[in-house]
């Protein structure tokens, strides 16, 4: 328990938990995602993707942990396009099925 309100203590916004659509974009590779939870800061998405799409992301952000990219979410009928950063991601799998890209982004505090 300590350990995790420590970690909250460095949050400077809220997370919310949150279901919505994302686009964006590592490589070559348009992604689609969900949010799990979103801040003033921040999204947390994560993407179900196939064994090479895996690969090719995974080799792509561990070059670069920092990836810069736009992406695109909607929100009570608007859509908006972000600029963003990777700030961490875990890739998961269960043997055979798709692999889950868990990765929070960064994004400028909106005003």
């Known amino acids: 328990m300590r350990e995790k309100e420590s970690r909250d203590e460095k949050r400077r916004f809220e997370r919310l938990l949150a ?3 994302v686009i964006y974009k590592i490589g070559r590779h348009a992604l689609t995602g969900t949010t799990v939870n979103v801040s003033n800061e921040g999204l947390f998405v994560e993407s179900s993707l196939s064994a090479k799409t895996a690969l090719n992301v995974f080799k ?3 070059k670069n942990p920092k990836y810069r990219l736009e992406m695109e979410y909607s929100y009570q009928g608007s859509t908006y396009v972000r600029d963003a950063e990777v700030k961490h991601f875990r890739m998961d799998s269960s043997g055979n099925g ?5 990765i929070g982004f960064w994004i400028p505090p909106m005003e």
């Open 60 to 62: 792509i952000l561990c």
């Open 19 to 21: 279901d919505l659509p």
């Open 98 to 102: 798709p692999y889950r890209l868990k």
